[in-house]
């Protein structure tokens, strides 16, 4: 079978990141064939890094034109995502967006009715779904192993930057150039992971600190609070200002509950529903009898590459005839971010927040943000670890 012909749009840390996979045959199925970027530093560094197999463009439109790709890995600014995702989707090749799908849902939206009417792949580089022990929590959860969901909290605070991260480009942690902070950098990987295993809350109530630990306009310290339909309630803690930080998921429901720390699993599961259990027992503490079930993962995650080999099978299935479920769609993007406007429309209201909630409210709640801002940054040459996360 053809090796799919892969493109990139932006070439910063991520994008450069993927475009060394893709041109030391990393991923399975794939070839790299273009690379585009404004940036001419980002440029000459392609130029001097690839041989003549990979074609270099300054504009999109150019590289579209030259008909040199199947499919784009668009790793852009945030704002841009749903914008070039369309442009994409209508030049009929398959598209690969990085996280964030985009900063604001109603962009999203958009983004995702093209992508609706489209016969391309339309995927999302929600990376952290192909680490088994997530996988792995998600097949307890859909096979009823927990029953119904009661809580869930998540401490989430491993994603310590300094402020030579910050400083690293104009464009990071502004309301203008990045649309926010920790929730739209470094955590919509846990925020995706929250809606993937337990769905998505109807209501949230968020407190947000901006600047807290840093010298920025956007949220460096989070606390949010969920209201599931069921009543079932969620915590969820991020910063990006602790070290060493803690990563730490609690997902309980009635038949017991499921702890995810350091790298493993902890799976205690009551003998009876504790809903029912509390209705007949005739004793005032007596739980539920319970006991601890060994829960073992194989393999290790594959990562962005597990991600773009996934994007490339659904693809070749698709060009057979096959029909196959992905495992990031890109379509499913757009629940994360809500959940993330929710989190942020909350702090700035200083009120509950019901999902779904007015988008375009949202949008100009974000940009009297934007208007408002006295940020002035000068964008500094300064190279972060592209093996990182943003």
């Known amino acids: 079978m053809n090796s799919?012909?892969?493109?990139?749009?932006?070439?910063?840390?991520?994008?450069?990141?993927?475009?060394?996979?893709?041109?030391?045959?990393?991923?399975?199925?794939?070839?790299?064939?273009?690379?585009?970027?404004?940036?001419?530093?980002?440029?000459?560094?392609?130029?001097?890094?690839?041989?003549?197999?990979?074609?270099?463009?300054?504009?999109?439109?150019?590289?579209?034109e030259a008909h040199v790709v199947d499919a784009l890995i668009i790793a852009t600014p945030h704002?841009?995502?749903?914008?070039?995702?369309?442009?994409?989707?209508?030049?009929?090749?398959?598209?690969?967006?990085?996280?964030p799908i985009g900063v604001y849902t109603q962009a999203v939206e958009k983004l995702n009715d093209v992508a609706a009417k489209s016969e391309q792949v339309f995927t999302i580089m929600y990376n952290q779904r192909t680490l088994p022990i997530y996988q792995k929590v998600k097949e307890l959860i859909v096979n009823g192993e927990i029953g119904e969901l009661i809580r869930v909290n998540w401490i989430m605070t491993t994603w310590f930057r300094s402020q030579?991260?910050?400083?690293?480009?104009?464009?990071?942690?502004?309301?203008?150039?990045?649309?926010?902070?920790?929730?739209?950098?470094?955590?919509?990987?846990?925020?995706?992971?929250?809606?993937?295993?337990?769905?998505?809350?109807?209501?949230?109530?968020?407190?947000?600190?901006?600047?807290?630990?840093?010298?920025?306009?956007?949220?460096?310290?989070?606390?949010?609070?969920?209201?599931?339909e069921n009543g079932a309630t969620g915590v969820f803690i991020t910063s990006t200002g602790e070290a060493p930080g803690t990563n730490r998921l609690e997902i309980s429901g009635e038949y017991g509950n499921i702890v995810v720390e350091n790298n493993s699993i902890v799976f205690r599961k009551n003998a009876d529903s504790v809903f029912e259990h509390s209705k007949i027992v005739q004793e005032g503490f007596k739980q539920p009898e319970c006991n601890e079930i060994p829960i073992h993962t194989e393999g290790e995650g594959k990562d962005h590459i597990g991600i773009m080999e996934d994007f490339i099978e659904t693809i070749q299935a698709k060009q057979q005839g096959i029909v196959v479920e992905q495992l990031s769609p890109g379509i499913e993007g757009i629940k994360g971010l809500t959940l993330s406007?929710?989190?942020?429309?909350?702090?700035?209201?200083?009120?509950?927040?019901t999902i779904p909630f007015d988008n375009i409210e949202f949008k100009e709640l974000l940009q009297d943000k934007i208007r408002n801002s006295c940020v002035k940054k000068e964008e500094k040459s300064i190279v972060i670890d592209v093996n990182g996360s943003h």
């Open 164 to 228: 030579y991260y910050y400083d690293s480009g104009g464009w990071r942690a502004t309301w203008e150039g990045e649309g926010g902070g920790v929730l739209l950098n470094q955590c919509p990987h846990q925020i995706d992971l929250l809606q993937w295993l337990c769905g998505m809350p109807v209501r949230v109530r968020s407190f947000c600190d901006y600047g807290k630990y840093h010298e920025i306009e956007v949220e460096d310290d989070v606390t949010a609070f969920f209201e599931y």
């Open 341 to 353: 406007n929710a989190i942020h429309m909350s702090s700035w209201k200083n009120e509950w927040v």
């Open 79 to 99: 704002y841009s995502h749903p914008e070039l995702g369309i442009k994409t989707l209508e030049a009929n090749l398959h598209v690969l967006v990085e996280k």
């Open 4 to 64: 799919i012909r892969m493109g990139i749009i932006g070439i910063g840390n991520m994008g450069t990141s993927h475009a060394k996979n893709l041109y030391e045959g990393k991923v399975k199925g794939a070839v790299l064939t273009a690379i585009c970027d404004t940036n001419m530093e980002r440029i000459e560094w392609a130029r001097d890094y690839f041989d003549d197999s990979v074609f270099i463009y300054n504009s999109f439109e150019s590289m579209i």
